[in-house]
Structures are given as C-alpha cells and as structure tokens.
C-alpha cells in the first residue's frame, strides 16, 4: 500500500452494541475498502485464564488478553503486511477454529473491550470511538446474548456480569471514554445518524 491505512479503534462495554455498530459499519464499504480485527480472537487459553473466589474463570480481565500478539499483529497491518491467526472458539467444543486473514485495507477497524486501554494500541490509532449505553439496556443484551442466544445458564450469566463484567468496566475501561474521539449513545434507536456520520467521514479517507 502506497499510504499508511487510516486506523479506527471501537470499544465499549459489553452489552454496548458494539457488533452491530461495527456490522452496520462495515457493510457500507467494500470488501478491499475495509479490514476488522477483533480482540476477541487474541484471548489466552482457558488454562492461562484467572480464576475467581468462587472457581469461576474471569475472562474480563486485561490479562486475559495476549495484548503483545494482538498488538503485534496490528502493527503488521499497519505497515502493510497481511496477518494470519487461528479464530478463537471460546472453548467450544464443537466449533473447528478457522485460519482466519486479515489483509490490508485502507481503513482498518480495531475493536474490543480494551483496544482504548492498551497505550501501545492507542498509538496506531487515527480515530477512537467509545459506544456507550445505559446499564440496564447493557444488561439486558448481555443476557439475551448469553442465556437465550448462546443457552448459558441465567445465574452464570448474571453472576459474571455482577462479579466480573460491571467491575472491569467501571475500573478498566469507562475512564477511557475520556480518551475517545466520539462517544457514540447506542440505547434504544439512537445509533443511525452517528452511523451514517462516522461513515461518511470514513468515506472521505479513501478519497
């Protein structure tokens, strides 16, 4: 690539809506317009995992990240270079992980829970944006994510969300919000003009 790529990073808690922000994104651009690559494909192994007081594996810490891999791979990207890495399963057993590749594109989207929190991704950045939205809307999507969606029992669910999610984010990763360069309220239906703001400025770095 004759130019450096234009570097988006997206995060927001969990349950903030941000696969159907980065979804409805993407699909306004061409396939060899835009790359996404997803910090949830960089978590460590189960057995690397914390685990809490009550024997539960905590997946929602920084450290369950491979924070050098996903930040090495990004660098990669940035200069041009295509990255290949395994799909993370998420432990299921009935899931054959994919190789997945990322090629370069002149906009790449980076995106997960910590992508603000991460001082040497924030360096590649171009563009920051926090999707934010009201807990009780978070918590809501959490559990039609996990409990209905993904047959997680309920108590599961709402125990990590308790001991796990809230706690992250209210140490880890909302104090980055004041890092971002748009603050994007995702409630009820109130995210399309932001969408069609954000693309069209996206749009414009491609001319």
Avoid: W
């Avoid at 993407?26 to 494909?41: A, R, V, Y």
Wanted: glycine share 6%; hydrophobic share 35%; net charge neutral.
């Amino acid at each position: 690539m004759a130019t450096k790529p234009y570097m988006v990073g997206i995060t927001g808690g969990s349950g903030s809506g941000k696969t159907y922000f980065l979804h409805k994104l993407i699909s306004g651009f061409q396939k060899d317009e835009i790359c996404l690559i997803s910090q949830d494909n960089y978590y460590r192994p189960r057995h690397l995992q914390a685990v809490d007081s009550q024997g539960y594996h905590n997946f929602d810490l920084p450290e369950a990240i491979d924070a050098k891999h996903f930040t090495r791979d990004i660098e990669a990207l940035h200069n041009g270079q295509i990255v290949q890495k395994e799909e993370y399963t998420f432990n299921n057993p009935n899931k054959v992980p994919q190789l997945l590749t990322f090629t370069p594109t002149p906009l790449i989207v980076v995106e997960g829970l910590f992508v603000l929190y991460f001082p040497e991704i924030v360096a590649h950045l171009d563009l920051k944006i926090f999707i934010d939205a009201k807990p009780h809307i978070k918590i809501k999507r959490r559990i039609l994510r996990d409990n209905v969606e993904r047959g997680y029992d309920l108590h599961d669910v709402l125990y990590r969300y308790e001991h796990h999610v809230m706690p992250t984010y209210e140490k880890y990763i909302e104090p980055t919000k004041d890092t971002a360069d748009l603050i994007i309220p995702n409630n009820e239906g109130t995210m399309e003009r932001s969408l069609d703001v954000v693309r069209a400025f996206l749009a414009t770095k491609l001319k």
